[in-house]
């Protein structure tokens, strides 16, 4: 019963440095999701990929890159951290992009960046 | 454009008693669904309740129901018999049903719930 897992759950980063953040489903979803959480701002979209070999941007894609690896992965990419991308980080996932299905969530990724 | 408002930042309610949080939206969609989350202060967000654009009657599971006015554009989360577990943190989100759309949700930026002894 994983569902979806994010690794890290934690992470520092200094100014500058890059990391990658992975998420893994097992519920052979086709639509993948990336958010940030920010204090009074809900969940804003980074990227998604509505199935395997896709990707498009979302409404803050920008010092992000995604890849869909495959079905089940589909990670984030910080080439140059920045203060700003201070926040939590959520990968989603849903059957399909329409429909009745929610998006299940990871339990998050909390990234610092001093 | 889609956008969720939630214009309650928080909320207190006497334990037992019910509870409304409110959600209004916009979207020039024909189709669309929308949804509840629970994020309580371990973090996790927690799938509620659903509520189609084209459903005949307000969704319910369990204490949890919709105030759904489609012509006021409002999908207020109605939760009964508060619990001291309900202290959290509720989103409203959005997902449009029309052609292009490719299932990414707006969300609201939440109302926090506190449930009192």
């Known amino acids: 019963n994983a569902g979806v897992t994010q690794t890290p759950k934690f992470q520092v980063l200094k100014t500058g440095q890059s990391m990658t953040l992975q998420c893994a489903q097992d519920?052979?979803?086709?639509?993948m999701y990336w958010y940030r959480q920010d204090p009074g701002m809900g969940l804003r979209l980074i990227y998604y990929s509505a199935s395997e070999g896709t990707t498009d941007k979302g409404e803050v894609p920008n010092g992000y890159n995604v890849s869909r690896l495959n079905k089940r992965e589909f990670s984030l990419r910080l080439e140059s951290a920045a203060p700003s991308q201070t926040s939590v980080y959520f990968c989603a996932s849903s059957e399909y992009g329409t429909g009745r299905q929610p998006q299940h969530f990871g339990d998050g990724t909390r990234l610092s960046i001093l | 454009a889609q956008k969720i408002t939630q214009t309650q930042p928080g909320m207190f309610v006497q334990e037992k008693e019910a509870v409304t949080l409110d959600c209004t939206y916009d979207t020039s969609d024909p189709s669309y669904g929308l949804f509840w989350y629970k994020q309580p202060s371990s973090g996790e967000m927690i799938f509620l309740i659903y509520q189609g654009s084209y459903d005949q009657q307000n969704a319910t599971e369990g204490r949890y129901s919709l105030n759904f006015q489609k012509a006021r554009k409002s999908a207020n989360l109605v939760i009964s018999a508060s619990q001291l577990g309900d202290s959290a943190m509720y989103f409203c989100?959005?997902?449009?049903?029309?052609?292009?759309?490719?299932?990414?949700?707006?969300f609201g930026q939440g109302t926090t719930l506190q449930v009192k002894p």
């Open positions: 989100a959005m997902r449009g049903h029309g052609s292009g759309n490719t299932g990414k949700l707006i």
């Open positions: 519920m052979n979803h086709n639509s």
